[in-house]
């Protein structure tokens, strides 16, 4: 397998990873779910040079994760919003967070918490199962051939 070759396999993570897997998208897209929408403030918060936030921003517009968006019209001036698509990557970024929290935040505690305005508590990502609701660990999860899988 090629990593220049993902978006054509067999496996939605290694298509996922296709789009979002290199060094910099995690954290342009951690900046777009912290309401950063402007090119010169995606720069300045991740301090990444301005081709390669230039590439990454694009790339993930032609994905249809981020939109551009026309703020100013002289000189013309887009910002990056979300799209559904880039929503929907939210509770991936939300587990990869609680991961790294759990592991790497250090004696103080997490650098970041997550509020739940409905409920306005504190809470962690939970994966659940869609049609019992139980609380599903590794563990507790085989995987099988679904019908995208290559015939063998």
């Not at 897997?21 to 929408?37: N, P, S």
């Not at 979300?82 to 929503?87: A, H, I, N, P």
């Amino acid at each position: 397998m090629r990593w220049d070759e993902l978006d054509r396999e067999a496996c939605s993570l290694a298509r996922a990873l296709a789009v979002i897997g290199d060094r910099w998208t995690l954290l342009v897209l951690r900046e777009a779910f912290l309401r950063v929408r402007r090119f010169d403030d995606f720069q300045a918060r991740l301090g990444i040079a301005r081709r390669v936030l230039a590439e990454r921003l694009a790339h993930l517009v032609d994905e249809g994760v981020l939109k551009k968006v026309a703020y100013q019209d002289r000189p013309v001036r887009y910002e990056y919003r979300l799209t559904e698509k880039g929503l929907g990557l939210y509770p991936a970024l939300l587990s990869l967070v609680h991961w790294g929290d759990q592991h790497y935040a250090g004696r103080k505690g997490p650098p970041v918490l997550h509020r739940h305005l409905a409920c306005g508590h504190d809470f962690r990502g939970v994966l659940t199962c869609s049609v019992c609701g139980e609380a599903v660990e590794a563990r507790e999860v085989a995987a099988h051939p679904g019908p995208g899988a290559k015939r063998r």
